[in-house]
């Protein structure tokens, strides 16, 4: 990354991060360094590659590391897979907010899943594995405590596509844009109907408030 960008990333990502509140305030100097890093690999390779449509790393420190971040205190339960990991979002910046944590990152396209393993390389994230898959034929030899997605799929998909991937009492973490309430409906049978549909037990909506990023966000949480 050109030295000149170094600095303004490093000031956006340190005020992000301060209105995020904590624990994403209380990040290490390490911690933020390799943000920054993240971000440095992702323009280089997106340069190439066509990773993420967001091409300014400016832009990225919103995007993608704050609007990933943004819901780390979500995640308590390990191990983590993260559907459709494209360029690593939210897994990277999970990853490195949450070491104590093992992260599986998953997709199906070469391409992605190549950075994110160089990413991963780079960064020394020894919890990080990266697996090349669809989630629908995935067979993990251990299941997950924890799922997330960034904008993959509508959130009844989610859920019964990755039941064979879920340990008993696993949640769902779903990143969305706008309040997806007409997905939400889709999952609890309407009043009378008969037949199983997906077990879902609980829905809770969390609205996020990302820094730099306009419009709405929200973390949708089934369990």
Known sequence: MLASLRQPLSDRLHQGCARLGAPVANLSEAQRNALLDYVDLLAHWNSRFNLTAVRDP???????LLDSLAAVDAFVA?????LGTGAGLPGIPLAIARPELQFVLLDSIGKKTRFVRQAAASLELANVTVIQARFESYQPAEKFATITARALAPLAALWSGSAHLRQPGAALLAYKGRRPDDEIATLRPPAGATGEGPSVTRVSVTRLEVPFVPGERHLIRID
């Open 78 to 82: 390990s191990p983590v897979l993260d």
């Open 58 to 64: 400016l832009d990225m420190i919103g995007h993608h």
